[in-house]
């Protein structure tokens, strides 16, 4: 059962576009909603997070929408570079109970910014 | 400061070995994630440790799987009797509590 859905799959874009990942959850106990960037070989990196009181959070060019009644939050990378290039994954956690703190991570998204 | 470290980096193993992954979280985060990650697929969890209390192992997909958090800092994952489809990247995260994660840059086990 895959909690958390993630598209597009593979994302190419020129340099200075704005790519858009989104993500779709059904579970209504999720409470907290990372995005991690993992680069080839290398652990996934903590991007942006969001809570669901929320509707939009901003940290430089990265940007995540929430929208809590269709229980869906996209990224969206302002003037995206080629150093962007990139995995991209969407996650969730569950409040409360003993699963308290696991991540449900979406099928991650493969961005390429061309030159 | 430092991050999560994992050791080794990889490891070749034959099918029917056991292996041990190693993770040494961020100092002071009192909780501790095991996730697994196929190749070109998203993160699995697998087994997380919060302090004290009684880990979570739902996660874990067979009884080979088995992991230990000692003093409440270095966690070992053991994989008895290795199959192939236990190829993957294994990847362990610490938190302060339980966000946000940060990640070690795993281990690659291949098992032949």
């Known amino acids: 059962q895959q909690q958390v859905k993630q598209s597009p799959q593979s994302l190419i874009v020129q340099k200075g576009g704005i790519p858009i990942i989104n993500c779709a959850y059904e579970?209504?106990?999720?409470?907290?909603f990372p995005w991690y960037q993992q680069f080839p070989g290398k652990g996934p990196a903590l991007l942006i997070a969001?809570?669901?009181?929320?509707s939009e959070k901003k940290e430089g060019r990265f940007t995540i929408s929430f929208n809590k009644s269709a229980k869906q939050f996209s990224l969206h990378i302002m003037d995206s570079q080629p150093g962007d290039s990139a995995t991209y994954f969407c996650a969730a956690r569950e409040k409360g109970g003993t699963s308290y703190g696991k991540l449900t991570f979406g099928q991650g998204t493969i961005l390429t910014v061309h030159p | 400061g430092a991050g999560v470290s994992q050791s080794p980096s990889n490891k070749v193993t034959e099918k029917g070995k056991d292996v041990e992954l190693r993770c040494d979280p961020i100092?002071?985060?009192?909780?501790l994630y095991w996730y697994r990650q196929s190749l070109g697929q998203g993160l699995e969890f697998l087994i997380y440790f919060q302090g004290n209390s009684a880990p979570d192992k739902s996660g874990l997909p067979s009884d080979r799987f088995s992991a230990e958090r000692t003093g409440g800092s270095v966690s070992t994952l053991t994989i008895q009797r290795t199959q192939q489809e236990d190829s993957a990247v294994y990847l362990c995260?610490?938190?302060?509590?339980?966000?946000?994660?940060?990640f070690g840059p795993g281990t690659r086990l291949t098992v032949l």
């Open positions: 100092s002071g985060h009192t909780a």
């Open positions: 969001i809570r669901p009181d929320v």
């Open positions: 579970n209504t106990a999720f409470d907290y």
């Open positions: 995260a610490s938190s302060p509590q339980t966000s946000p994660q940060y």
